[in-house]
């Protein structure tokens, strides 16, 4: 049906168990992600302020992992229909930007999600916000596990606007 960085189990989201073996998942992946993308960026010739992250459910769970942990912080963050994995971790998101700014980060979820429930949009956002860490999010109405127009249309102007694009 999709591939899957890491295996998901079929436990509660709020089953403990299940916290931990997505932190494992999201740990034993990392390193194969910051490979790609620093072979990427090296074979462009860009750094990170040129470096945009999207993620789709588990995707995003990856890009909020993997980019609050870069030794330079990707211009911004983009995370559809996910969650943040391992909160209580977050001492460990130290990228930054050249002005010593964390990654600008947009989460969007549907509010019909049936895979990942719309709790773990304001979850995530209020995990992010107690570390210190800004972000915003857009709630797509009528939406379920999937990204619509308006999401895909926010989406894109954010990250402009982490690129310091103009726009209209």
Excluded: C
Aim: avoid cysteine; charged fraction near 20%; aromatic fraction near 6%.
């Amino acid at each position: 049906m999709g591939r899957q960085w890491f295996p998901l189990s079929n436990r509660r989201p709020d089953d403990p168990q299940a916290g931990d073996e997505r932190w494992a998942g999201v740990v034993k992946a990392r390193p194969v992600i910051d490979a790609l993308l620093d072979a990427e960026l090296a074979r462009l010739g860009l750094d990170e302020s040129r470096l945009a992250l999207v993620g789709f459910s588990q995707g995003t769970m990856m890009a909020l992992h993997v980019g609050l942990r870069r030794k330079r912080a990707p211009a911004s963050i983009v995370g559809y229909s996910g969650v943040l994995i391992g909160p209580e971790h977050l001492s460990e998101a130290l990228a930054r930007d050249a002005r010593g700014a964390p990654p600008p980060i947009l989460l969007v979820h549907g509010d019909q999600d049936a895979v990942i429930p719309l709790e773990a949009l304001f979850v995530s956002s209020e995990e992010l916000a107690k570390a210190e860490i800004p972000n915003q999010w857009h709630l797509s109405l009528g939406v379920g596990h999937g990204i619509d127009a308006g999401g895909l249309r926010h989406g894109g102007l954010f990250i402009a606007k982490g690129f310091g694009l103009k726009v209209g």
